[in-house]
């Protein structure tokens, strides 16, 4: 079946400090990609979409200068959290639908837990 | 309505017994509806979808109700393995192109020896 990696599976920074998430699509290609997050005990919300050759299109409240989005190849997407802060600590998962299945199935990565200390 | 509602948890229930979790959407253009599993600290993993009025794999059951825009998934035989949390999951906008999710909060199911 479709697998998506994500790349680290967790991470610990420094408050201030940025952090690039990789979401790479494995067996297909993904022209549309979508990045979540998910903080304890809440289920998740979308932050934004991400679109291979155009920029990324961000769910209201999501701050697009913090979360930088590059979709630069038809299987990888990237998440950078600039000056990240403790409240940025989540557990961040991308998704990749995959065109040539019934109803666009998407697929997650493992997710990456983010911890700003 | 919230874009989706689920019925709050957690459910406990022993071995072997039927369990149904529901759910509710607002959006009534909606074609296809997705039960998620997510075991603790993982991603989600599709379970079910639901394009019609329902879907039956093995000791899962998904049944639609777009009238009520109300979706159940029932669990049969219930196994200690089923604990996790179930995530109702429902496309927001049109049903063309890629479709943006949205999650419920997710029932969580705690089925004990």
């Known amino acids: 079946g479709a697998v998506v990696s994500q790349h680290p599976s967790w991470v610990i920074c420094k408050s201030g400090t940025s952090v690039k998430i990789e979401c790479r699509s494995l067996?297909?290609?993904?022209?549309?990609m979508f990045w979540y997050r998910q903080f304890p005990k809440q289920s998740l919300m979308l932050m934004a979409t991400?679109?291979?050759?155009?920029?990324?299109?961000?769910e209201q409240g999501v701050e697009k200068d913090k979360f930088l989005i590059n979709h630069a190849s038809l299987t990888l997407s990237t998440l950078t959290v600039t000056s990240a802060h403790p409240e940025d600590s989540s557990f961040y998962i991308c998704?990749?639908?995959?065109?040539?299945?019934?109803?666009?199935?998407?697929?997650f990565g493992p997710g990456t837990r983010l911890t700003v200390l | 309505r919230k874009e989706v509602e689920q019925d709050p948890g957690p459910f406990n229930v022993p071995e072997g017994a039927t369990v149904a979790f529901n759910c509710t959407y607002s959006?009534?253009?909606?074609?296809?509806f997705f039960w998620y599993r997510q075991d603790c600290r993982k991603e989600p993993k599709l379970l079910m979808s639901?394009?019609?009025s329902g879907n039956e794999d093995g000791r899962f059951t998904a049944q639609l109700n777009r009238a009520s825009q109300y979706i159940s998934l029932l669990i049969r035989d219930s196994k200690l393995s089923d604990s996790a949390t179930y995530l109702c999951?429902?496309?927001?906008?049109?049903?063309?192109?890629?479709?943006?999710?949205?999650f419920g909060t997710g029932t969580r199911l705690l089925v004990s020896p």
């Open positions: 998704s990749a639908p995959r065109g040539d299945r019934v109803y666009n199935e998407q697929f």
């Open positions: 959006n009534s253009a909606s074609q296809s």
């Open positions: 999951v429902v496309p927001r906008g049109r049903n063309t192109g890629f479709q943006k999710l949205v």
């Open positions: 991400s679109n291979e050759g155009s920029k990324a299109t961000y």
């Open positions: 067996d297909f290609q993904a022209t549309t």
């Open positions: 639901v394009y019609s």
